[in-house]
């Protein structure tokens, strides 16, 4: 064999070595994006007694700061928490709404095996929306908001029915706020200097007075608009910001049940939520699941956002139970 033909025989057996070690390559690339992430032992989300708790607070009436509702929901939500065997701490405190209507808040603190120094924080808001200003009829009277308000408070209250129930316990602390005046912001139409620090008051007090003295959990979860017929939960902005790591964890763990696709891998615009003073003055990592919906190249909170039809039909179980069991596999994997 003279020296041209050697020299052509190394060169196609380096260009086959190398397609050899692309596909081995490439299959071990293709192996490692499945998932092997093991499904822990976890109690089973019943979507129906979450869907109760939902209905039990629509029952109510809107549950708007210095109403009757107000009362009647804080005082059953604390109740059905004590009865499960948690320890509870109410907040009181006065805020003002925009236009300087002044309110009075409860927000409500759960604990369940407070001796468990790591801890994990489940929040979300229980008052309702005071006017439907992104409707076209009775825009100045107050909602349902089962799902904007409700279903946060349903899902929460069934993992700690669950909780209280199990013999299997998760390893770690887990603690419920309750933030109360979060929904009170200025109207869709408002035509004056929008303020940020007129949404979510409850949150906004709590984090520059965190009880109980001295708190700080791992991480915190807020639940917002999370029981919706054809939720999405993108990962959304500010989230991401404060919290990349845990955003994506929760999302990957939500993929391992098979909700991925509510739990989308899309990142959406920032908001103003209860995490917001939560990271930002109590120095808390805590990330927001909320419904935004892709639409028309963007997002967006879906037709019945603040509107009279956030009401019971807007809920669906399904919703209830992916968040819920994400949430249950959360905590039992830490």
């Known amino acids: ?22 596909y081995k390559s490439t299959k071990s690339q293709e192996t490692n994006v499945v998932s092997t992430a093991v499904i822990v032992e976890t109690p089973i989300f019943n979507s129906d007694s979450a869907y109760a708790h939902i209905a ?38 006065t805020s003002f709404r925009y236009d300087g209507y002044k309110m009075k808040g409860y927000n409500i603190m759960a604990q369940y095996q407070p001796q468990i120094q790591k801890r994990i924080l489940l929040g979300a808001h229980w008052d309702a929306r005071s006017i439907a200003d992104k409707d076209s009829v009775d825009k100045n009277k107050p909602i349902d908001a089962a799902n904007d308000g409700g279903s946060g408070v349903g899902v929460m209250l069934e993992i700690a029915r669950l909780l209280s129930q199990t013999t299997k316990k ?42 109980p003295e001295n708190y700080r959990p791992y991480y ?34 939500a993929a391992d049940l098979g909700y991925g696709n509510m739990f989308i891998d899309e990142d959406a615009f920032g908001i103003t939520d209860d995490h917001t003073a939560v990271n930002e003055v109590g120095k808390i990592q805590m990330i927001d699941i909320i419904d935004i919906r892709p639409e028309n190249g963007g997002f ?23 968040v819920g069991q994400t949430l249950l596999q959360v905590l039992y994997r830490e």
């Open 1 to 22: 064999m003279n020296r041209s033909r050697i020299a052509l025989f190394l060169l196609v057996l380096f260009i086959l070595s190398g397609v050899f070690i692309w």
């Open 56 to 93: 039990k607070q629509v029952s109510f009436g809107p549950r708007i700061p210095n109403s009757p509702a107000q009362i009647k929901c804080k005082d059953w939500i604390v109740e059905k928490l004590k009865g499960y065997g948690w320890q509870v701490k109410i907040q009181e405190f």
């Open 300 to 322: 967006d909170f879906g037709s019945f956002h603040h509107t009279h039809q956030d009401n019971l039909s807007t809920i669906d179980k399904s919703t209830l139970k992916a």
């Open 170 to 211: 998760p390893t770690v602390g887990v603690d419920l706020i309750f933030f109360d005046l979060e929904d009170h912001g200025e109207p869709h139409d408002f035509t004056g200097n929008p303020s940020t620090t007129s949404w979510a008051l409850g949150s906004q007090h709590w984090a520059t007075n965190i009880i």
């Open 220 to 253: 915190g979860i807020l639940l917002d608009m999370v029981g919706a017929r054809g939720a999405k939960f993108p990962h959304e902005g500010s989230s991401m910001q404060y919290a990349p790591g845990i955003v994506r964890s929760i999302w990957a763990t």
